[in-house]
């Protein structure tokens, strides 16, 4: 299988403020405009980055948009996220805002980066960070998730009719302490009910934010499997974490055995073939941003690379007899635990 392309968040690249670092760690990019940020993540990365992804209207918009991709020279401009949720003025929310009149304009807004995203031959992500609550008895909840649904039908039609794919990204907290879109299933529950609303579903996909799953103890390569057979799986997001905060680490940096699981169940969809890509989600608090995504693709391609030793025939074998012992040992031979080194083990204890 020919390697499937890759893409880079160019959130990576600012400052990675924290609230306890509200200035952020990279205080020397804070005065930097986009198209100088674009420029430095394509000098520094090269060849090794096939497109970049933004968000709308914050990284890249209609004024900035030429500038951008010139800046991009041969890499594309891959995927355009939605944005408000950095924005005050959505504090309590953008298509559930309590004001009738910012949620229209905030379907107005998601509806221009479409349109943005079909001029530039890109993808639409949906992350709706925002879109929830922080307390009990905080919201209603039947109304909150009707308009919510009505926002994203309204959004996938528009898309529809410009032929854009776009991508919806679940997540179970923050900004919102309580995302009303917070796991897998409620991410098909909204397909669906976008589905039931006469509303073309054909393009409408799932971003897989790996750290999002992990964080809820969902398990990446099962759901990969899963998606896959409904035609779902639209993207991923590369990363890994401790598991109980959105990290945005390295890749393979824990998690390694699922990440593994993960590129096997990749591989057996074909993913990739249909231009879908794996695009690094990262935030290097205080590393060098460079650096660590290098890092990161470096450290993909080697797991996926071990994936591709897996003796799959034997793999299947073991999983089909859910024989957990012979399915180790197919994936722990092609990471170098085989027969010379068993025998090594082995000789190492015999009694002289």
């Not at 934010?209 to 099962?222: F, K, T």
């Not at 591989?267 to 690094?280: M, P």
């Not at 635990?337 to 009694?351: E, N, P, T």
Request: glycine residues 8%; proline residues 3%; aromatic residues 10%.
């Amino acid at each position: 299988m020919d390697r499937v392309k890759n893409s880079v968040g160019i959130w990576a690249f600012g400052p990675n403020a924290t609230r306890f670092m509200p200035s952020g760690y990279h205080q020397e990019v804070t005065e930097e405009d986009m198209p100088s940020k674009v420029r430095r993540a394509v000098d520094g990365l090269g060849d090794l980055v096939d497109g970049y992804e933004f968000h709308y209207p914050g990284e890249v918009n209609e004024e900035n948009v030429d500038k951008v991709r010139k800046a991009l020279g041969q890499c594309d401009l891959y995927a355009i996220a939605l944005g408000l949720f950095s924005d005050p003025k959505y504090s309590l929310g953008s298509f559930i805002n309590p004001d009738k009149e910012i949620r229209k304009e905030s379907v107005e807004i998601a509806k221009r980066g479409v349109s943005l995203a079909a001029d530039v031959g890109a993808k639409f992500i949906i992350w709706p960070g925002g879109e929830g609550y922080n307390y009990s008895f905080q919201v209603l909840y039947n109304e909150v998730w009707e308009q919510f649904i009505s926002a994203i039908a309204e959004i996938v039609a528009w898309a529809n009719g410009l032929g854009v794919v776009v991508l919806l990204e679940h997540k179970n907290s923050e900004p919102a302490m309580r995302i009303l879109m917070r796991d897998i299933g409620m991410t098909l529950y909204v397909i669906n009910k976008v589905r039931e609303q006469g509303v073309s579903t054909d393009n409408l996909k799932v971003n897989m934010d790996w750290q999002h799953l992990i964080m809820n103890g969902e398990p990446l390569a099962e759901y990969a499997a899963l998606l896959a057979r409904e035609n779902l799986l639209g993207h991923q997001h590369g990363n890994s974490g401790w598991g109980n905060f959105d990290d945005d680490n390295m890749v393979g940096a824990s998690y390694f055995m699922q990440t593994l699981d993960l590129a096997i169940e990749l591989r057996r969809a074909g993913y990739g073939q249909n231009g879908e890509r794996v695009g690094f989600d990262l935030f290097p608090y205080t590393e060098d941003q460079i650096e660590a995504i290098k890092r990161s693709i470096y450290q993909w391609e080697f797991i996926d690379s071990v994936a591709a030793k897996i003796d799959d025939r034997t793999l299947r074998q073991a999983q089909a007899e859910h024989d957990a012992v012979a399915a180790y040992k197919a994936v722990y031979k092609a990471l170098g635990l085989d027969d010379k080194f068993i025998q090594g083990v082995q000789a190492s204890r015999r009694r002289k």
